[in-house]
């Protein structure tokens, strides 16, 4: 009982290490002593995608109108479970609509027109190179996936202070203020995925767990090629590509977080 | 001494009904539930640990696996007799063992504890409510 507990934990340190593990692993259970039962072993999935950096680059020309953020958001917030609350002080957001001039203030000039002002464009969580709110977290529920640069958040481990709230300066963290389970509509609920409770933030999680799993972000299926999603860190990924021979902007670069996230205009 | 009769006697019925609890339940104690498997379970016949593990330490797994699968994303779950186990409570423990209410909740009423791992998990993809 004790040895399988032990190797349990150790196994849990050596996949910490974020190795992709199989390699190790192998060299792991050839060390482990011969004649007794096989131990256990953790692995990542084999289907898994991996890259370095995740990043998204949203094209922006590729929308016509806000109709067509619709089915994106709505992939988003149904495969998360994301409750409709009508309250606008008690909604919850993983990806939504804003307005040019709140997505990208420090890029305004005094002489916009309204309608410039107001042009939509898709926001979400950044993944932050620099996460201002990785730093917040006294927890550490939010934390920055060292393997591929996602943020991430341990909903378990949250203890609702709203820090990182404060600190992320995009505004793209939502609080549970009240039960969010009788607001998701039960023909919606998607089972495989948790739902969280009261107290709890939460975020865009870039489809951590659909990644794991060999699939694209929900948001990047359903926008028919508006969205593009890769490895930034490989000079072959089609994102590497597109923003390297664009003009994209990225939100408040100014504030030295280092978006992932980059706006083809 | 004044009163020293209504004292003790006092004495001795306070005694009595701080210890009712005690010797009134004596020798009656509650028997352990008995362990209901779904059939998927019991065709299954081997789970990610041993049976006598998996009842001493389940939370202590779920609480690994947690950490595995949302810090590393490490998701699969190989057992030592090479059977692979997605590692997921929801996807897995209870796709297997869907009769929460009879093979989780009466171990945990028994043992007087209330994990509420389900207020996220949803209980039990299989059951409709
Ligand atoms: S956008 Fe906000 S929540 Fe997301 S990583 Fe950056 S600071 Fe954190
Ligand atoms: S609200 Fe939760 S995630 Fe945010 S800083 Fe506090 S503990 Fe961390």
């Known amino acids: 009982m004790k040895r399988s507990r032990r190797s349990f934990l150790k196994i849990a340190g050596i996949s910490a290490l974020g190795i992709g593990s199989k390699p190790i692993l192998n060299a792991f259970s050839a060390s482990a002593p011969q ?58 957001k993983w990806i939504w609509e804003e307005g040019y001039k709140h997505a990208f203030p420090t890029l305004e000039n005094p002489y ?19 996460p201002p709110c990785v730093r917040a977290c006294p927890t550490k529920a939010t934390f920055k996936r060292e393997s591929d640069g996602i943020v991430l958040m341990d909903f378990h481990r949250c203890i609702g202070c709203r820090f990182c709230m404060a600190a992320c300066p995009y505004g793209a963290r939502s609080f549970n203020f009240r039960d969010p389970r009788p607001f998701i509509k039960e023909e919606k609920i998607n089972l495989k995925f948790p739902r969280r409770t009261k107290g709890v933030v939460e975020k865009c999680n870039f ?41 994209t902007i990225r939100r408040k670069l100014s504030l030295g977080t280092s978006p992932s996230v980059y706006y083809i205009v | 001494m004044y009163n020293k009769g209504i004292i003790v006697a ?7 009904l701080a210890t009712f609890p005690f010797w009134y339940n004596l020798g009656k104690a509650a028997p352990a539930p008995e362990r209901i498997l779904t059939a998927q379970a019991k065709a299954a016949k081997e789970c990610i640990l ?34 692979k186990f997605e590692m997921s409570l929801s996807n897995t423990c209870m796709e297997c063992h869907s009769n929460k209410a009879e093979f989780c909740d009466r171990c945990h009423n028994y043992a007087a504890v209330t994990p509420y791992c389900w207020d996220c998990h949803i209980d039990n993809p299989k059951e409709t409510k």
């Not at chain 1, 072993?41 to 995740?54: I, Q």
């Not at chain 1, 799993?213 to 860190?233: K, R, T, W, Y």
Request: with cysteine.
């Open chain 2, 50 to 83: 041993s049976a006598e593990l998996m009842r001493t330490e389940h939370m202590q797994m779920l609480n690994d696996w947690r950490d595995m699968v949302v810090r590393d994303g490490t998701r699969l779950y190989v057992g030592s007799s090479g059977k």
């Open chain 2, 10 to 16: 006092g004495l001795a019925v306070f005694i009595v």
């Open chain 1, 112 to 130: 916009f027109e309204e309608k410039v002002k107001d042009l939509p464009f898709l926001v979400l969580c950044n993944h932050c190179e620099n």
């Open chain 1, 35 to 92: 004649g007794d039962t096989p131990q256990p072993a953790v692995m990542r999935k084999p289907e898994a995608l991996t890259a370095k950096h995740w990043a998204m680059v949203i094209d922006t020309t590729k929308f016509k109108s806000r109709d067509d953020f619709k089915p994106i958001i709505e992939a988003c917030h149904s495969i998360h479970n994301v409750p409709e609350l009508k309250n606008k002080n008690h909604e919850i």
């Open chain 1, 207 to 247: 489809c951590a767990e659909r990644l794991a799993v060999g699939q694209l972000p929900a948001c990047v299926e359903a926008a028919n090629g508006a969205i593009i999603f890769g490895d930034l860190a490989d000079p072959d990924s089609d994102v590497r590509k597109l923003v390297s021979t664009n003009y």
